[in-house]
């Protein structure tokens, strides 16, 4: 599944228009980013885990050619085990956080942006668990 099939996933769940969820979507991508940049983790209750980890650099050759990759942070994505539903209230400071950021940029209410940020994560995770 690509972005776009989210996206339109998510506009048909909220009611919100397709342009409208892409922003949003955007948004909370750039809040959990963000935070990754920061060098945090970031922990979304009943979704899942975004843990940062360091690689350590490393020489590889390819035809007589040497190849050298310097340290970097990667992400590696821990989906969680529990089940998430559409209807659920947000508990996680992160979606929390997410919403209250949604809510001042879209000048949404809070109960919108709860429910639309619900969603996003809703749909990323159900989409998750298909493997698609």
Not at 22 to 50: H, M, P, R, Y
Not at 87 to 102: C, D, L, M
């Amino acid at each position: 599944m690509d972005k776009n099939s989210l996206i339109k996933i998510i506009s048909l769940k909220s009611g919100l228009k397709r342009n409208n969820c892409e922003s949003v979507f955007e948004a909370v991508l750039k809040s959990i980013s963000k935070d990754l940049k920061e060098n945090k983790n970031v922990s979304v209750e009943n979704f899942g885990d975004f843990c940062l980890f360091r690689v350590e650099s490393r020489i590889q050759t390819r035809k007589n050619i040497k190849v050298i990759y310097p340290p970097s942070n990667q992400v590696e994505f821990l989906l969680s085990g529990e089940n998430l539903k559409t209807e659920s209230v947000i508990s996680s400071p992160k979606k929390k956080e997410i919403a209250f950021e949604i809510a001042s940029e879209f000048k949404l209410t809070d109960t919108d942006s709860e429910a639309i940020v619900n969603i996003i994560f809703c749909t990323l995770k159900e989409s998750f668990r298909k493997n698609k």
